[in-house]
């Protein structure tokens, strides 16, 4: 009964810290040349952003780790998992995606149910 006690405690520490961050949902722009777009489903990628680049998950079930400093990364669809390693903002739509980030003052936006932000574990 003990671990289950203090697992469900540190989620709502990671979730009370993390819901700080939130800002309002906003529209970006479409991709420029130089930004990284991962579109599909069930994809595994890793990348990294350079020289302000933005990162776009568009899809179903990807997995994918960014590294760098973007600009911001916006992820689109179900079920992603992303981590996000410095700050940026991240703007989320759709459902059950998953967003793990290293840097705490990250800000995120969520349009959709059940999406959920994260402080990564490494």
């Known amino acids: 009964m003990k671990p289950f006690a203090v697992a469900v405690m540190t989620v709502t520490f990671s979730v009370s810290l993390l819901a700080q961050r939130q800002v309002a949902p906003h529209d970006f722009?479409?991709?420029g040349e130089h930004d990284t777009v991962i579109a599909g489903n069930q994809q595994k990628q890793s990348v990294t952003c350079e020289s302000g680049t933005a990162v776009y998950v568009e899809g179903q079930e990807n997995e994918?780790?960014?590294?760098?400093?973007?600009?911001?990364?916006?992820?689109?669809?179900n079920k992603n998992h992303v981590w996000v390693d410095q700050f940026t903002t991240v703007p989320v739509e759709g459902n059950d995606n998953v967003v793990f980030v290293s840097d705490p003052e990250t800000r995120y936006s969520s349009r959709g149910?059940?999406?959920?932000?994260?402080?990564?574990k490494h």
């Open 29 to 31: 722009d479409q991709p």
């Open 64 to 77: 994918v780790q960014v590294h760098g400093r973007c600009r911001f990364v916006r992820v689109q669809g």
């Open 113 to 120: 149910n059940n999406n959920r932000f994260e402080k990564a």
